[in-house]
């Protein structure tokens, strides 16, 4: 494994307290792992504007506590994130307008809230060349 293939792979993991302001680290995140990712500037607008996404949805109903984010690289090229965080006990509503951004900028997204908890998962493939 050559030193590109070692950045390549394994995990990022962040924990911050669960506070809109501290998005940006999240954003932060996502765009160094998409570049090393080897995306291109639109594929990693798009996965940052979705964490974003996600992760303001999880905080809509987060009382005190921290907001953790795994970023995985894939063996396909892509890159994975997990978030969660904990929760009110409300149900996760996700706008149809959110809904369509995460459509737009994922390849895969999926958000659920088990009561105590809220988490989100999504996948962003890089683009097939001429496609």
Do not use: Q, W
Request: hydrophobic share 45%.
């Amino acid at each position: 494994m050559g030193a590109a293939d070692a950045v390549r792979s394994g995990e990022v993991r962040l924990t911050v307290p669960a506070n809109p302001r501290f998005l940006r680290l999240a954003r932060l995140a996502a765009s160094g792992v998409a570049t090393d990712a080897g995306f291109d500037l639109e594929h990693l607008e798009d996965l940052r504007l979705a964490v974003d996404e996600a992760c303001a949805v999880l905080l809509e109903g987060a009382p005190d506590g921290d907001l953790e984010l795994v970023y995985r690289f894939r063996a396909d090229g892509g890159v994975e994130i997990e978030g969660s965080c904990p929760s009110d006990g409300s149900d996760l509503r996700l706008h149809p307008v959110a809904a369509d951004l995460l459509a737009v900028t994922t390849t895969e997204h999926h958000l659920a809230s088990d009561g105590d908890r809220r988490s989100f998962r999504l996948v962003k493939l890089p683009e097939a060349p001429g496609a």
